[in-house]
């Protein structure tokens, strides 16, 4: 005589276990910000039998068993709901942590063993890290290092306008290499640097890397500033031609520099090249105007000699202030008195 067992299995429509109350998904990442502590839930709905679930912190050491309250109910006596809590808290130094939950002895194949959540921990970037400040060329290459510290967890962000920090990549150095990508422009290397093969006005930013490699964390910052040279290498004297030593025939007392098609803006001054020079600069008059991406700056100044005891005096325009050193701007003009007398204005271009 023979007798048969008979074992009912039912595959739940959505074969991987879910994590709930996901903030943010990345391809199938989950990914969850807090200041502090966190329940995070995972389940399996309408399987039979029930799935084993549970929790587990995943370091660059193995995966280690978080405390969670594990139960499975039914409403038809034939599939089963099954339901994993743990409650987790980052460590004094970490500031991103990998959990998993696990689908434990899971027969034929019914989900998918695991399902990952990255938990990030809310900081204000702006507050914690001084920014690296980096000029970029307009269509130069980009690439942004974040640590050495043999990366395990990696997540960049981007504030455009030094406001709210929108993510670019989150990403799971595992044996899978999980690579969760949200710009297609940007390109995340091997070693967790960030890379951009060309650079626009539009990509300027705060740049930040929150890095883990399950032992301590930390973050990296990047203030980018793009650059783009002006029209021309050297300031533009108004009525000369920038020929070597040209001339212009009427002379006033009035003379204008300007700076064309410039990115960041820079500041203009007016001075005697030799500081024993007798010459006042007076009535400045500095015009910015912006065309788009781009910047005209000229400045308009008079000039007076309290004593004139000189065939030539050699006066100069150059870019000054906080972007001055990026551009090395400037233009000489020899202002000619044959005669004890202004009759006209050379200029002689020393770049």
């Known amino acids: 005589m023979y007798s048969s067992l008979f074992f009912f299995i039912v595959k739940p429509a959505i074969t991987i276990p879910i994590i709930e109350e996901c903030s943010n998904t990345y391809g199938t990442t989950c990914v969850k910000s807090t200041t502090d502590s966190v329940e995070v839930n995972c389940l399996v709905r309408d399987s039979r039998p029930a799935v084993k679930l549970s929790w587990s912190l995943r370091t660059h050491g193995g995966d280690h068993i978080l405390p969670s309250n594990y139960k499975k109910y039914t409403f038809d006596d034939v599939t089963y709901t099954s339901h994993v809590t743990a409650t987790f808290s980052f460590g004094e130094s970490s500031v991103l942590s990998l959990l998993a939950c696990r689908a434990n002895n899971v027969p034929l194949n019914l989900v998918e063993d695991e399902n990952v959540l990255l938990i990030e921990k809310e900081m204000d970037y702006t507050s914690l890290v001084t920014p690296i400040r980096r000029y970029l060329k307009i269509h130069s290459p980009m690439n942004l290092s974040c640590t050495d510290l043999g990366l395990n967890l990696v997540i960049w962000k981007w504030s455009p306008q030094q406001d709210a920090f929108e993510t670019l990549y989150v990403s799971i150095f595992q044996n899978s290499n999980h690579t969760k990508i949200s710009n297609m422009e940007y390109k995340l290397e091997d070693e967790g640097s960030l890379s951009l093969q060309n650079t626009l006005v539009e990509h300027e930013g705060l740049y930040a890397c929150v890095y883990d490699n399950g032992v301590s964390g930390g973050s990296v910052l990047y203030d980018v500033l793009v650059m783009v040279d002006p029209t021309t290498v050297f300031p533009v004297i108004d009525g000369c031609n920038h020929q070597q030593y040209a001339s212009r025939e009427k002379p006033q007392d009035v003379l204008t520099c300007s700076v064309l098609g410039i990115r960041p803006k820079v ?85």
Request: charged share 20%; hydrophobic share 45%.
């Open 267 to 351: 500041a203009l001054e007016w001075r005697a090249f030799r500081e024993a020079t007798a010459i006042d600069f007076t009535q400045h008059q500095l015009t910015v105007t912006q065309m788009g991406d781009l910047y005209d700056i000229s400045l308009t100044v008079n000039f007076d000699f309290t004593q004139t005891t000189q065939n030539k005096v050699t006066v100069e325009c150059r870019a000054v202030g906080e972007n001055a050193e990026l551009f090395s701007l400037s233009t000489k003009i020899d202002l000619l008195f044959p005669n004890g007398e202004l009759i006209h204005v050379a200029l002689n271009v020393q770049l």
